[in-house]
């Protein structure tokens, strides 16, 4: 899968994130009509665990963006502390 | 969130695994539209965290309904060693 | 590093596992030491995420063992719901 | 269990940090002689997840700590990408 980069133009990457999440939209009705299938439970949850690996590679490159962009723009004009202690909230969230 | 169990009758817990795929599929869809509208990153993460969890638990409910029938029937057949590497191989999926 | 596989001898096995909790015991010791002499947050990061993943390989080694040993036992003394139901509890403590 | 705030002194936040690392090694050392000693898988696999969790503390202290501190210092000074970059590198080892 192609990585996002940081680097991106910001239109450029919000396309590739808007194409993940379609594709992920897409995988959770395939996984829907496998449950509805009654298919083998192993199956169903190697699908599972791709969906949760895609759905944190688009978090990552959320991360990436906000931190670089408004993270980094809080610091600069001086109010740094409150726009990290969200930063670590969430990244809280993705490592319990 | 009721807790799916599993000496719940198999088709009851079906369609409660339907029913939970169901909404996260429009969890996704709706993340979908908060990167569309340019929302604010933190609250795309948080949603994103949200639909991961959600997702684990349908993963859970699945394990415990799988090594319930599945794997427990192997054993019971003399056949538990190979049912017990696969179901080790997709917990590492999860784990990692 | 080495595959503990689970069709091991017992007794090999557990001196692997107990091999690998002592190499644990000396990178936690050098993390201390680390974060005494003010190294580089990012490389005590990184020594962190690798202590990690070193108890996740021990514990899923613990896992099979107990998959294959005890609960099997328990499902073929017609014990199997109980065993199962504390596995699962188990797994949600590492997959959560 | 008492919560590192990133607003702390930075000695006093060494500290328990140094405090906790050690809880660890002990912790570590204990659970080679419950392996030893041919205890419980179940109850092995419960203080190895609780390590794991003590890690991922002190590792989200380090990683705010590192934020505040040199992040936010490289982003002052006009150097903040490849800081990022690097802190990003960091937290995917958590996530994954």
Redesign the interface.
């Known amino acids: 899968m192609e990585n996002l980069n ?2 991106m133009h910001p239109n450029e990457m ?1 396309q590739k ?2 194409q993940r ?2 594709r ?2 897409g995988q ?2 395939g ?2 009509k496998m ?2 299938d ?1 298919r083998y ?2 199956d ?3 699908q ?2 791709a ?2 690996a895609a ?2 590679k ?3 490159s ?11 723009k809080a ?2 004009s001086g109010n ?2 409150p726009a ?5 909230d ?7």
Do not use: W
């Not at 990290?84 to 670590?88: A, G, H, P």
């Open positions: 940081e680097h919000n994130i808007l999440l379609k992920i939209e959770v009705r996984i829907h449950v509805e009654d439970c192993v169903v949850l190697i599972i665990a969906v949760r759905l944190d688009v978090g990552l959320l991360l990436e963006r906000h931190t670089h962009g408004c993270v980094q610091i600069k740094g502390d990290i202690d969200e930063l670590m969430v990244i809280k969230l993705f490592i319990k």
